[in-house]
């Protein structure tokens, strides 16, 4: 039995960084799937008041919990040496990982906007500008990896953008670079076969899809 626990939603949004990160680990953990409130309130009911923060992501670790979920992403990090290799280089991937962030942070605005022109602005204003300056720091940086010519977890979150329910795929192909490292991040065994051996996302309510389905795809259904 193994002594790490991380426990989410079955979902893959605040919560699957972790995961990617336990997946590039190789260590054996215990992967806790809490049920969708919507699917049954039950379990996340009875569990809330336990968590720190009433919230979760939250990782066991050897005897200790760790809450919130880039706290528990820096320091799976560091456990795994892909925090950046000093001190500039880890503030180097917190930059990474901010702007990522802002991106993810303004997708969740729009969901809860559910106005079309929000979408919009975010898949034509937001997306392109964010990718386009990441694009030129990636440039900047030598082109294969955001810091210090080796693969960190500021890789490993732009990935989790890139392949998740954000961006259409054909988005990201028109960034060479960017669409480059996310095959080669994609291609590492371990990352590979937590992609094709995942579960899958717990069933989705209707009245909630619009939370986790990318923004092209919600601009369309308005049309
Ligand atoms: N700042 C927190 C936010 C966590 C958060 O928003 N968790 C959501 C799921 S993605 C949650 O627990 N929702 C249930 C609730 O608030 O009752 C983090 O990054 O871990």
Not at 178 to 199: C, D, H, Q, S, Y
């Amino acid at each position: 039995m193994s002594d790490i626990k991380y426990t989410y939603f079955d979902l893959r949004v605040k919560g699957e960084p972790a995961r990617l990160l336990l997946a590039h680990g190789g260590v054996k953990y215990t992967d806790e799937r809490i049920e969708l409130g919507w699917n049954d309130p039950k379990p996340w009911t009875e569990l809330k008041p336990s968590m720190p923060w009433g919230q979760l992501p939250m990782l066991q670790w050897k005897g200790e919990s760790i809450c919130q979920s880039m706290a528990i992403c820096r320091f799976l990090a560091r456990e795994f040496n892909i925090a950046g290799k000093t001190n500039l280089e880890m503030a180097q991937v917190d930059e990474i990982v901010d702007v990522i962030q802002d991106g993810i942070s303004a997708t969740y605005k729009a969901w809860y906007a559910k106005s079309k022109e929000e979408l919009v602005k975010l898949t034509e204003v937001t997306y392109q500008t964010m990718l386009t300056q990441l694009e030129k720091r990636l440039a900047e940086r030598g082109g294969e990896w955001m810091v210090g010519n080796a693969f960190t977890w500021a890789d490993l979150q732009l990935f989790f953008f890139c392949t998740e329910e954000f961006l259409e795929p054909g988005v990201v192909s028109a960034y060479p670079k960017i669409a480059n490292l996310v095959g080669r991040v994609g291609a590492m065994t371990n990352i590979k076969n937590w992609m094709e051996t995942r579960p899958a996302n717990g069933k989705m309510h209707p009245g909630y899809q619009i939370y986790f389905q990318n923004a092209y795809k919600c601009i369309t259904d308005m049309e």
